[in-house]
Structure formats: structure tokens, C-alpha cells
């Protein structure tokens, strides 16, 4: 990008920046006038002819794995359409094996309307039109919204909260903040609208050789399937209750003959130090990886995160450490789950209560066991 785009581009931007969000989005849309289509919008009807989709997946990785559930509700429904993602390219691993999709990835840090990047997408989108456009990002992003313009869809599906008003959506789902509807059903609102709902069959695959190199490193470590194998997500617990309080979990661990425990090292990228530990330490793991080593797994120990959702999917069995909102938020109803809970914050009765949660789900009979392999519990 030459010296006179750069600045051109770094105008535009600041332009826009004065102007603020809602008169900076009548500008694009006044740009993009010619792009967006304007016609009235008939569901579920208009769903049925739809071939060819735009789908935009979320900056943030909890978020995008929150999100997953109702992604594989659509991608179920509309199995034989053309797909293509916008993703960040962390993400890109949860799609680009997927069959008719292509999927354009980026740098978020560096994402900003009129840069390089920015005008790199718009000549991927811009000799391309689609059916439907779904924006999972729920955080407003005005280089977003310029692209779910620019895609030419007849439906344009997003988030209320994402500051998509029309015309760049012309339908926003109003997540609802019930009290008894859980963040996976208030997701699920969005596929519903599209005639999708949840389909067990449809999973997230694993590569196989993900599982394989997972199984050499809990061999490395010495750790096997029997009996049964506990994860202690140290790293979101600690980020939550600090280190004192997980300090004195650890060494009620030490003490416990019902399982073998491990410490999650976090996910790849991710930075952690795990000094004088009792229990092997994973290594950073990448997205997939961490995907098969939670189907090796029977418990997880978890708070707030990544990990809680990514066990929520893999069906594997949980103890979260939660408040009772936070539960309520966050947690599917089912046997499989055993949340340790408390007040205003963790403290030794909460400890017991972990100890106990653990003492109920190795008990053989306990719902939810998992005795498979792990390719029964995440498809290959």
C-alpha cells in the first residue's frame, strides 16, 4: 500500500472517528447504497432458496466457543450451501476443514476500516454476492458492518447489541436477559429464527492426529485413562480467585485417591507460569489439541472461560466454580455438570464441595460416565 493510500485511509478514519458511530454509519450506508439490498425480508420463506452464505465468526475465543452450538445448528441445516467465513485467524481452525466452505481470515489487532487489511477484504467481497449474511460478533465493529453491506445479502442477520441497525441488518435478534435462560439457549435464538435447531450429530471434528500427539503427551507425563483422568484449569481458576485460594484447592488434591490430576497449561498463545506444582503441567495447547485432551479426560475443574465451554460441548463431565449467577449464565442443565457454588467468593467450603463433586462423578454408576473412546465423545 503506497504512502498516499495510507494516508488517504488514515483521513477516512479519522473522519469517521469525529463523526461517531451513528453518523459514520449513515456515510457507509450512503457509500453503500448501491450494495445493499433493500427489499422487504419474508422468513421463513426467503430461507428456503438460500444457497450461498456470509458468515462472520466472533473476535473473542470464549465467545466464539459459546457460539459454536448454534453454529453447528446452522451449518446442520443448510449442510449442502456454499459457506464462507470471516474469521480471525486463531479461529480459523473451527471451520477450514469444513466441506463447500472457504474462509478469509484475519488479524483482529490490526482490523480497522480503510487500512490495509480492511481494503484486502473488500476485493475478496467485493465481485462475490450471498443469500444470507450472519454476524456472530455481538461487540459493535464498524469494519463488520461494512462488509455485511458490502455482501449484497438479501437477509442480514446479527445481534442488537452489535450496533448493526438498519440497513446493514435488516433483522437483529434481541438476546433475551430471562433469568432462566442459560447464554448456549439465548445463542440458540439466532439459528432458531433460521428453522435450525440442534442437531447431536453435529460436532466439531477433532484430526485425528491432534489425538494422537495429546495421547503421547499424557503418556509423556505418565498419565492414563484409569482411573479416572481430572483437569484443574489452574489458570482461569487462579485469574478468578487468585492464587491463595488455588493454592489451598491444590493441596486438597494432594490428598485425593480417586483420580490422576493434571494442570491445564491454557490455550496456544496464551501466557501462564506454573511454578512448584504437585501435578503435571500440559503444555499450551492449541484449540484442536485442547479439543482432544478434554475428550481424554472424565473431569474438568474449571471457572469462567474457554474451557468450560469447550467441556460443555465435548460431553465430558464438569465441576465449574461458580456463583449461582454466573451457573445460571453459563452452565447447560444436565447430570453431567456438578457446579461447585458459593456466595460472594471460593473458600474452604467450596473446596469440600469440590472434593465431594469429585468423590460423586468417579463414583462408577455416576450419570454422565464417560468410559469411550475419545472419538466418541468429539467425532474424527
Not at 331 to 346: E, G, H, S, T
Given at each position: 500500500m503506497n504512502e498516499k493510500a495510507k494516508n488517504i485511509g488514515r483521513f477516512k478514519r479519522i473522519g469517521l472517528k469525529a463523526l461517531g458511530p451513528s453518523l459514520s454509519k449513515m456515510v457507509l450506508s450512503w457509500r453503500l447504497r448501491k450494495r445493499i439490498d433493500k427489499t422487504p425480508v419474508a422468513l421463513p420463506s426467503d430461507t428456503g432458496r438460500s444457497s450461498h452464505f456470509f458468515i462472520i465468526l466472533p473476535q473473542d475465543r470464549t465467545e466464539m466457543i459459546f457460539q459454536l452450538e448454534n453454529l453447528f445448528s446452522i451449518l446442520g441445516k443448510y449442510k449442502d450451501s456454499r459457506i464462507t467465513f470471516l474469521c480471525p485467524e486463531a479461529h480459523a481452525s473451527f471451520v477450514i476443514g469444513l466441506k463447500t466452505a472457504a474462509v478469509i481470515k484475519y488479524a483482529p489487532q490490526e482490523l480497522s476500516i480503510y487500512n490495509a487489511q480492511f481494503n484486502e477484504i473488500v476485493k475478496e467481497l467485493s465481485n462475490r454476492s450471498f443469500d444470507i449474511c450472519i454476524n456472530l460478533e455481538k461487540e459493535?465493529?464498524?469494519?463488520?458492518?461494512?462488509?455485511?453491506?458490502?455482501?449484497?445479502?438479501?437477509?442480514?442477520?446479527?445481534?442488537?447489541?452489535?450496533?448493526?441497525?438498519?440497513?446493514?441488518?435488516?433483522?437483529?435478534?434481541?438476546?433475551?436477559?430471562?433469568?432462566?435462560?442459560?447464554?448456549?439457549?439465548?445463542?440458540?435464538?439466532?439459528?432458531?429464527?433460521?428453522?435450525?435447531?440442534?442437531?447431536?450429530?453435529?460436532?466439531?471434528?477433532?484430526?485425528?492426529?491432534?489425538?494422537e500427539e495429546?495421547?503421547?503427551?499424557?503418556?509423556?507425563?505418565?498419565?492414563?485413562?484409569?482411573?479416572?483422568?481430572?483437569?484443574?484449569?489452574?489458570?482461569?481458576?487462579?485469574?478468578?480467585?487468585?492464587?491463595?485460594?488455588?493454592?489451598?484447592?491444590?493441596?486438597?488434591?494432594?490428598?485425593?485417591?480417586?483420580?490422576?490430576?493434571?494442570v491445564f497449561g491454557g490455550l496456544e498463545g496464551e501466557k501462564h507460569e506454573f511454578t512448584n506444582e504437585k501435578f503435571a503441567v500440559m503444555p499450551p495447547l492449541s484449540i484442536t489439541r485442547t479439543a482432544a485432551l478434554i475428550a481424554y479426560t472424565d473431569i474438568v475443574i474449571t471457572g469462567r472461560g474457554a474451557l468450560l465451554g469447550?467441556?460443555?460441548?465435548?460431553?465430558?463431565?464438569?465441576?465449574?466454580?461458580?456463583?449461582?449467577?454466573?451457573?445460571?449464565?453459563?452452565?447447560?442443565?444436565?447430570?453431567?455438570?456438578?457446579?461447585?457454588?458459593?456466595?460472594?467468593?471460593?473458600?474452604?467450603?467450596?473446596?469440600?464441595?469440590?472434593?465431594?463433586?469429585?468423590?460423586?462423578?468417579?463414583?462408577?454408576?455416576?450419570?454422565?460416565?464417560?468410559?469411550?473412546?475419545?472419538?466418541?465423545?468429539?467425532?474424527?
Open positions: 459493535y465493529n464498524i469494519a463488520l458492518l461494512y462488509f455485511i453491506g458490502l455482501s449484497r445479502a438479501h437477509i442480514r442477520i446479527g445481534w442488537e447489541n452489535s450496533g448493526g441497525t438498519y440497513p446493514f441488518l435488516n433483522i437483529q435478534i434481541k438476546s433475551s436477559k430471562q433469568t432462566e435462560s442459560n447464554l448456549w439457549e439465548r445463542n440458540a435464538e439466532l439459528s432458531k429464527l433460521l428453522g435450525a435447531y440442534s442437531d447431536s450429530k453435529v460436532r466439531w471434528g477433532v484430526p485425528k492426529a491432534a489425538t495429546v495421547a503421547a503427551l499424557l503418556s509423556q507425563r505418565s498419565l492414563k485413562r484409569e482411573p479416572a483422568l481430572i483437569c484443574i484449569d489452574i489458570a482461569s481458576l487462579e485469574n478468578d480467585y487468585g492464587k491463595q485460594w488455588c493454592g489451598e484447592l491444590k493441596e486438597a488434591f494432594k490428598a485425593q485417591r480417586d483420580g490422576q490430576f493434571y469447550l467441556a460443555q460441548i465435548s460431553h465430558c463431565k464438569i465441576i465449574p466454580v461458580l456463583n449461582k449467577e454466573q451457573c445460571s449464565i453459563y452452565c447447560k442443565r444436565n447430570d453431567r455438570i456438578v457446579p461447585a457454588l458459593f456466595d460472594k467468593k471460593p473458600d474452604s467450603e467450596t473446596i469440600w464441595q469440590i472434593v465431594k463433586n469429585i468423590k460423586t462423578l468417579t463414583t462408577p454408576g455416576a450419570a454422565g460416565r464417560a468410559e469411550n473412546q475419545p472419538k466418541d465423545k468429539i467425532k474424527q
